[in-house]
């Protein structure tokens, strides 16, 4: 099982550049998300879907967009890059049978993403 | 708006000692909580999951408490080992629909030989 599979790994971006980062996850889950962290604040929810053709914003949607055409793949694309967007990006997935129950989450290993 | 808030942010101790995380919450209205592991420069990796319905979970020399009521979540790591140096995150899952996880900060863990 290969779990969350992120690309790239590391990516430097100039200022109005847009790029797409790719999610990927194997195990059927039906929620994916979005997250970025940066230095010594903790993780902070972009984007998320509870399935395919679903998405909902989270804390810090702007300047972000999200899809998800299929329950596989949930890419992120940055459309203007902008300094503020320099962070390290995690995607990561879970299950959620009936009702609300959550049976933990799986994260990718992150995107290093610097815009200059 | 769930707030989650974890002490100390960084920790350093010698081999060998037990040692307690501590996390702590706003809103006592959670579906469950969660501990995680962040080696740097690397993901998360998933140590215990609490149901709100629980008091503690245990996996090897990890032990995690969740006192619901009064917002207060602790991890217990009993005879630390260098390779436990890591962040740990505590993050907790609301009770309403379709909430995602909300964070904390981490405590940075240091455990030296």
């Known amino acids: 099982n290969a779990g969350v599979t992120q690309t790239p790994k590391f990516r430097i971006l100039k200022i109005g550049q847009s790029m797409t980062l790719q999610c990927t996850q194997d195990m059927n889950h039906n929620y994916m998300y979005w997250y970025r962290q940066d230095p010594g604040m903790g993780l902070k929810l972009i984007y998320y879907?509870?399935?395919?053709?679903?998405?909902d914003k989270g804390e810090v949607p702007n300047g972000y967009n999200v899809s998800r055409s299929t329950t596989e793949d949930f890419p992120l694309r940055l459309e203007l890059a902008a300094p503020s967007q320099t962070s390290v990006y995690f995607c990561a997935s879970s299950y959620t049978g009936q009702g609300r129950g959550v049976y933990g989450y799986t994260f990718g290993s992150g995107t290093r993403l610097t815009v200059v | 708006k769930q707030e989650v808030t974890q002490i100390p942010a960084a920790l350093s101790v010698p081999e060998g000692e037990n040692l307690v995380l501590n996390c702590s919450f706003t809103?006592?209205?959670?579906?469950?909580l969660q501990w995680f592991r962040q080696d740097p420069g690397k993901g998360l990796t998933s140590l215990l999951l609490i149901q709100s319905s629980q008091r503690e979970q245990t996996s090897g020399r990890l032990n995690a408490s969740l006192d619901k009521s009064s917002g207060r979540s602790t991890l217990y790591i009993a005879a630390s080992q260098p390779g436990d140096s890591a962040t740990y995150l505590c993050?907790?899952?609301?009770?309403?629909?379709?909430?995602?996880?909300?964070f904390g900060k981490g405590t940075r863990l240091s455990v030296i030989a």
């Open positions: 879907s509870v399935g395919a053709g679903i998405t």
């Open positions: 993050a907790v899952k609301g009770n309403s629909g379709n909430t995602p996880l909300v």
């Open positions: 809103d006592s209205a959670i579906y469950n």
